[in-house]
């Protein structure tokens, strides 16, 4: 493990109940890849509403997992520190699987690009090795 719980919110400043990332368990050598955890809980306040009857995570609140996490990537490094990251656009983003409580998300951000002070990532977020949604974030770093 690279970042336990509360690791990442020295890193990030998302905080209960938006805090979506439970731990950083890989930074590639390139500093371009990250992987995370989020263990999803039938305790987490979405539930109540999404959907009483048949609990299903949100899938903005996947792809907020999947944002926070690549956020953690750039926002450890040196130059970035103390800064916040802001979602600038989410394109080609498919939801292939519902997410459950009891599932363990496991949440893959690999930068791709950057330009004018914009972000490009591929994102994927899977269950148990199947995906659960795919597709490319942008993000800026501002204070």
Known sequence: MVYNSNEIQQIIPHRYPFHLVDRIDEISEDGKTIIGTKCVSTNEMHFLGHFPEKHVMPGVLIVEALAQTGCVLL??????KGKIGYFAGINKLRFKQQVIPGDV?????????QRAGI????????????????????CAVGA
């Open 119 to 138: 972000y490009f990532a591929d994102v994927e977020a899977s269950v148990d090795g199947k995906v659960a949604v795919k597709g490319e974030i942008m």
């Open 75 to 80: 926002l450890s490094k040196e130059e970035n």
């Open 105 to 113: 998300l496991t949440l893959k951000v690999t930068l791709t690009n």
